[in-house]
């Protein structure tokens, strides 16, 4: 599926596994996107703080602040937050319910397809532009 967002679109990726940060990054690069790391959802907040990003796309258990707790505190931000995926290996109910009421745009169950997070990133960031 070829995605009709323009390329040059800004992601922030949070995750605390070095290799999963590096692998999103590889694979969103190559189709476009900007890319910027962040560790944990705390310095992810940081980053929010200092910059604009289209999408951001957070794993789920990260030590500092979770992806749970970095919904919740988006939340409560009063400028507009960019649309988040929240990457999980939890099949927990709850957690999915919990992050979609704080406003996750989507979860994604891990393992996933590369190709499943790129059209899912397009149609985030094709949902805040209209």
Known sequence: MKSIVPHGHRILIVDDNED???????????????????DHGESAIRCLDTDQFHLVISDYRM???????FLETLKKRPTPSPPVIILTASKSEELWKR???????????????T???????ARAIESRAI
């Open 20 to 38: 999963m940060r590096q692998a999103l990054i590889e694979a969103l690069t190559l189709q476009g996107y900007h890319c910027v790391a962040a």
């Open 63 to 69: 030590p500092v602040m979770d992806g749970i707790q």
């Open 99 to 113: 992050a979609l009421e704080l406003g996750a745009y989507v979860v994604l169950l891990k393992p996933f397809a």
């Open 115 to 121: 190709q499943d997070l790129v059209a899912v990133s």
